[in-house]
């Protein structure tokens, strides 16, 4: 079983930026595809970032493309995701989440096992 802990949200405000951090345990952490997922207030959970085991590929919603940075670091067992300029509209709950070894990388939230159980993330005006 993995447990994932996420770590760093918090109230800032537009422009500023944020690293949240995910600290996977119980399982091999190198083996698995990480990935960061947001739901703002009222709304469905949304794929924002994913890293795959080898380090080699990552992808991004459209919405954070140019702003957000997903990193690993496989010796420290931990996945960050750097936030720079914060809309508004990044304001949500924002939650890691892992998948299975052998999975393709995936936007779809049905396609990742398991999920920490997110940090807060509100940006101001």
């Known amino acids: 079983q993995v447990r994932l802990e996420e770590s760093g949200g918090g109230l800032v405000q537009a422009g500023d930026s944020l690293r949240l951090s995910c600290a996977p345990s119980?399982?091999?952490?190198?083996?698995?595809?990480m990935g960061w997922f947001r739901q703002p207030p009222g709304k469905e959970r949304e794929f924002v970032a994913s890293?795959?085991?080898?380090?080699?590929?990552?992808q991004y919603a459209d919405s954070v493309k140019g702003r957000f940075i997903i990193s690993r670091d496989n010796a420290d067992n931990t996945v960050y995701l750097q936030m720079n300029n914060l809309k508004i509209e990044d304001t949500a709950r924002y939650y890691c989440a892992s998948q299975r070894p052998g999975i393709p990388l995936s936007g779809r939230p049905h396609e990742w096992n398991f999920w920490g159980q997110g940090t807060q993330v509100t940006v101001s005006s």
């Open positions: 890293i795959d085991w080898t380090d080699t590929e990552t």
């Open positions: 119980g399982e091999t952490f190198s083996t698995r595809n």
